[in-house]
């Protein structure tokens, strides 16, 4: 836990009934954000200078009826007790502080933070560190400039982004900045996991900003978070210095939780997302059966597909599938569309077609190995209904496929029954169709024994 501290004086350094707080604002900063505030201005017992006054504003009549530091004393210790006193050149917060209790009988010690030093560290080379120059190069807006509130607000946004830079410049060894990092970290991983529930569903890592940094999903939201928290990956620290806050969304269905996070990376592209980001296809692999009977594969532009098997992002992406499937059953290269229609393949001449385009070869044979991939890759049914665990244990969870698509899924009670198409089209929220979202549903039933309905 951090205080971070500002204060203005009617002196340049302290010295009883010459120099002494005129007015003092701490803020409590758990590492993820001010959780307590204090802010009062304080009598100095003792006369401020015009000097003093044109800099602050702070006029001897203002702090006529404000508590003496002895009055403030005692919420000053409880709030700073345990924390690290930070403040924009530190020596100088610090100091008084320190001194106004020496006054009073009481040593007062803290250990210190200075944002000074630290930008020093992480922003080299600047032109000038004071609070003043330092906020306006950064973006970072004061409002009441040499007054305690508003020049601790400024200090606080400025740690803030400081730690968050110094995520970003490993280079940077001084064990105290670790040492803060890592308590932050600890602290944001306490306040996370207390948040997620060991519940099925889709979590979204937001930073400070309340932008969605990262969406995962899981069986159990609170482990996967923890996993986060013990990675090692450069990529998931960097994610873990910007994390601030988590919200979820409880799904019940595994393969529910599937279907939304791929939906909602594709919509908001959280920068540490690496997979399901791009939602424009540009290629399908096509297939149909030509006037011999042979089963034929093309890849083709996605819009002019009119029978495709799976679509992709990149045309690289879909050769690459279909020379896969070429090598692995044996394919001919005429009836993948790779060669002219009248050639005999190359790989017939190299033994890896068995000749279906030189008449060596049988048609049914030759399509028992094609079918092979069309059944691995597309549904046997047209319209059928996925039934699958609900959020509650009193509800059941319902994804449709029609037309050999995914159209969107919805939640019944486990008393209700859905006897045809068009009572299931009411109760399911319709969903945009990407067609890797087919691959999700394919694959997750491969694994799994679940209910289905076909209409």
């Known amino acids: 836990m951090f205080a971070i501290i500002d204060i203005e004086t009617c002196g340049g350094k302290f ?31 003792c006369h401020i200078s015009t000097f003093y006054t044109r800099l602050s504003g702070i006029t001897n009549e203002m702090v006529e009826d404000a508590p003496t ?3 403030i004393a005692k919420k000053v210790l409880e709030m700073t007790e345990g924390h690290i006193f930070v403040a924009h050149n530190v020596g100088f917060d ?13 040593k007062y010690k803290r250990e210190t933070l200075c944002t000074v030093r630290l930008a020093r560290k992480i922003l080299p080379k600047r032109i000038s560190y004071s609070l003043g120059h330092l906020c306006a190069s950064l973006g970072i807006e004061i409002e009441g400039r040499h007054r305690a509130e508003g020049d601790v607000v400024a200090t606080a946004k400025l740690f803030d982004l400081l730690l968050s ?13 670790q040492e803060i990092m890592t308590r932050r970290i600890d602290k944001i991983k306490e306040y996370i996991l207390k948040k997620l529930p060991e519940k099925c569903g889709v979590y979204y890592f937001r930073n400070k900003d309340g932008e969605i940094i990262y969406i995962g999903k899981s069986v159990n939201m609170y482990n996967r978070a923890m996993s986060h ?4 990956e450069q990529k998931g620290k960097k994610m873990l210095n910007e994390l601030y806050n988590v919200d979820f969304v409880l799904t019940g269905s595994e393969l529910i939780a599937l279907l939304h996070e791929s939906e909602e990376i594709k919509t908001h592209k959280p920068k540490y997302n690496r997979m399901r980001k791009s939602d424009i296809f540009t290629h399908s692999i096509n297939t149909w059966k030509d006037k011999q009977g042979i089963i034929n594969f093309k890849i083709v532009p996605y819009d002019e597909a009119e029978n495709p098997l799976l679509s992709f992002t990149t045309y690289l992406t879909a050769r690459e599938r279909l020379e896969a499937w070429i090598e692995e059953h044996e394919l001919c290269m005429r009836y993948c569309s790779l060669v002219s229609e009248e050639a005999v393949c190359f790989n017939h001449q190299i033994k890896k077609c068995k000749g279906i385009c030189a008449g060596d070869e049988e ?17 046997k049914n047209e319209n059928f209904v996925i039934i699958d665990k609900g959020r509650r244990v009193d509800e059941k969870s319902i994804i449709l496929i029609e037309d050999r698509k995914y159209a969107g899924h919805g939640y019944i009670d486990q008393t209700t029954q859905a006897n045809s198409l068009e009572e299931i089209r009411d ?19 491969k694994n799994k024994n679940a209910t289905k309905i076909v209409f």
């Open 229 to 232: 928290f013990n990675t090692h």
């Open 69 to 71: 530091f002895a009055m």
């Open 94 to 106: 610090y100091g008084f502080v320190k001194a106004e209790f020496a006054s009073l009988g009481y």
């Open 427 to 445: 109760i399911v929220k319709c969903k945009n169709y990407y067609p890797d979202m087919n691959d999700l549903i394919r694959g997750w039933l």
């Open 15 to 45: 010295e009883l009934k010459k120099g002494a707080i005129t007015d003092i604002c701490i803020l409590i900063h758990d590492g993820l954000q001010v959780v307590d505030k204090f802010s009062t201005l304080v009598n100095p017992q």
């Open 165 to 177: 830079l110094k995520a970003t410049h490993p280079q940077y060894k001084n064990v105290g900045i």
């Open 363 to 379: 048609i049914d044979l030759y399509n028992e190995r094609t079918i092979k991939i069309l059944t691995e890759y597309s549904f």
